[in-house]
């Protein structure tokens, strides 16, 4: 059997753990089969139990944008922990991963370090609530904002005004509060915020959607949620956990020409290691503790390990601009390559990309909002999925998931990868 190792170490998993992963995409639900167990990784390349080697097109979902087991991010966080590990109060390299972090974002001038993109997320729609004196919120249906309850929230029929629950344990109280639009809708925002005049705190959105595949936003959407948030006084969030330091310097905001209120990152800023981070003018950060009345803490947060892995892999990127550049091309090789394939084979698909982001839909119709990613065929991804896994190839295991490239990849790697998709087709 190919996979005996991983399978037996999944079986042992399940003992201890729930579902036998620490967060649930890892099962491979979506496709069926069984995870395959990682013993390390170096470059483009994964290695599993077993001993089978992958290039890997998800880069631990975004932060490894320099590929795995990158020398600087390695020596950087070595040399740190030789001089302790936390300390629970002030260091240095806090100020500096932030300087670089704000000298680098486009619209920022303070940033608040925390350990992931949830705990992000989650800090920052608490900082627009205290700031804003409101309570609502408006997100997108089919963008992921982590874990926190006000963000597990599912589109109803149509533009409802009431989200509810997407899984026990949210309360309808928490729920109430987040309402639902459609991505690239922007007339049913619209509604939606009159229908609320002055109760909206926050519009929060992923400006290049990644968690319903790839979606890119129209540029009438994204600029009337823009010109909208000004005029009625609500803040625009971007949620740049997994745009930002890899569509660009600045992420979305300086790819797409938009400025938000307050920007959320996680992924890239870490190195691979835990962190997130909230960010904005200093007047909004202002209102957070202990400067201002807002509260938001964490133990470990401005890790001294994270904090050397992110300045180490930060200044790479901003002393290397070219691997942006580098990046989308790759990107859109591999889009052309597989485009033609499934093309040629007669597989109805949608290919969408922006920068190191890309998806595969097996549907007709062009994917712009959840609705439209949903349709694609499910039975094709798994095919495909598998098909790829089996050559090598290590894909999101789920049609809900994009590409995250790193530059570790070579032109000789996307082209295995073109000839694996014409071999599953
Ligand atoms: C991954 C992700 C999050 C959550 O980050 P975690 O570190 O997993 O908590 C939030 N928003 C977006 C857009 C993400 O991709």
């Known amino acids: 059997m190919r996979y005996q190792r991983s399978s037996a170490l999944f079986a042992e998993a399940k003992k201890f753990i729930p579902g036998g992963v620490n967060s649930p995409v890892r099962a491979f639900k979506a496709v069926g089969g069984e995870p395959i167990f990682i013993k390390k990784a170096s470059g483009a390349y994964l290695y599993d139990e077993d001993g089978h080697e992958y290039i890997d097109y998800i880069s631990s979902w975004g932060p490894l944008i320099l590929g795995h087991a990158h020398e600087p991010v390695l020596n950087a966080v070595i040399a740190k922990a030789k001089e302790g590990t936390s300390f629970g109060i002030p260091t240095q390299i806090e100020t500096q991963l932030a300087q670089l972090a704000v000298e680098m974002v486009p619209h920022i001038d303070k940033i608040r370090f925390v350990n992931s993109g949830t705990e992000a997320c989650m800090s920052a729609v608490r900082l627009a609530r205290g700031y804003t004196g409101k309570d609502k919120i408006i997100k997108f249906a089919g963008c992921y904002h982590g874990h926190s309850d006000s963000f597990l929230i599912q589109a109803g029929s149509g533009a409802v005004t009431f989200g509810s629950p997407n899984s026990p344990g949210v309360t309808q109280g928490t729920a109430k509060d987040t309402l639902l639009a459609n991505y690239n809708d922007l007339e049913g925002v619209k509604t939606l915020v009159a229908a609320n005049k002055g109760q909206i705190a926050a519009i929060i959105i992923e400006p290049v959607a990644g ?173 495909y999925f598998h098909g790829m896994l089996d050559q090598g190839i290590y894909l999101p295991p789920s049609a809900f998931e994009s590409y995250f490239l790193n530059d570790a990849i070579s032109y000789a790697d996307l082209e295995r990868t073109v000839q694996a998709v014409a071999k599953v087709f």
């Open 211 to 383: 968690n319903m595949g790839c979606i890119v936003p129209t540029e009438p959407f994204i600029k009337g949620l823009r010109n909208l948030c000004t005029e009625e006084g609500i803040l625009l969030l971007f949620d740049e956990v997994m745009t930002g330091f890899r569509l660009a310097k600045g992420g979305a905001q300086e790819a797409l020409g938009i400025a938000a209120d307050i920007v959320m990152f996680g992924k890239v800023i870490g190195g691979g290691l835990p962190v997130g981070a909230f960010a904005a003018s200093a007047e909004i950060m202002s209102h957070l503790a202990p400067e201002g009345p807002v509260y938001q803490a964490g133990t470990l947060s401005g890790n001294p390990l994270a904090m050397s892995a992110g300045l180490a892999m930060l200044t790479e990127l901003n002393n290397k601009p070219g691997t942006f550049d580098s990046l989308a091309k790759k990107t859109a090789f591999l889009h052309q390559g597989i485009a033609d394939v499934l093309t040629q084979k007669g597989v109805p698909h949608q290919i969408n990309r922006f920068g190191s982001m890309v998806s595969v839909h097996f549907c007709e119709a062009p994917v712009i909002d959840f609705a439209s990613a949903a349709k694609g065929n499910n039975d094709t991804f798994k095919t």
